[in-house]
């Protein structure tokens, strides 16, 4: 016999109730890490039902959000010009956007933007 580990809902587990859906919601992840977590963390949102996109830096988010209406955007690892940063935050003026460290884990991340989108809804 194989242990299983339990599949926890981590939005619904982290909030204390049913979990919000992310269905048509678009949610921009900048991070320019070269490691697995914006990968895992998109895949994380994607089961939530959301539409992940991914830049590697803030000249790729700001054509971002030139094509895409966002519901949120999560800043993690960035590296580049302060002066990119400064546009992106601008350009992201009523978009919902949170900074975020890897440290925090996928589950914290997700529960908070399914909170920040549920308040912007």
């Given at each position: 016999m194989t242990d299983v580990a339990p599949h926890w809902d981590a939005p619904a587990l982290l909030i204390g109730r049913k979990p919000m859906s992310l269905e048509n919601q678009t949610i921009l992840i900048v991070d320019s890490d070269d490691d697995p977590f914006a990968s895992d963390l998109k895949g994380a949102l994607q089961r939530a039902g959301a539409d992940v996109l991914i830049a590697r830096d803030a000249?790729?988010?700001?054509?971002?959000?030139?094509?895409?209406?966002?519901?949120?955007?999560?800043?993690?690892?960035?590296?580049?010009?302060?002066?990119?940063?400064?546009?992106?935050?601008?350009?992201?003026?009523?978009?919902?956007?949170?900074?975020?460290?890897?440290?925090?884990?996928?589950?914290?991340?997700?529960?908070?933007?399914?909170?920040?989108?549920?308040?912007?809804?």
């Open positions: 000249l790729a988010a700001l054509a971002f959000l030139a094509g895409f209406e966002l519901s949120a955007a999560l800043i993690g690892g960035i590296s580049g010009p302060a002066e990119s940063y400064h546009e992106l935050i601008k350009g992201l003026r009523g978009v919902p956007f949170r900074l975020y460290d890897v440290t925090e884990g996928v589950p914290t991340i997700v529960a908070a933007v399914t909170r920040m989108i549920g308040h912007n809804a």
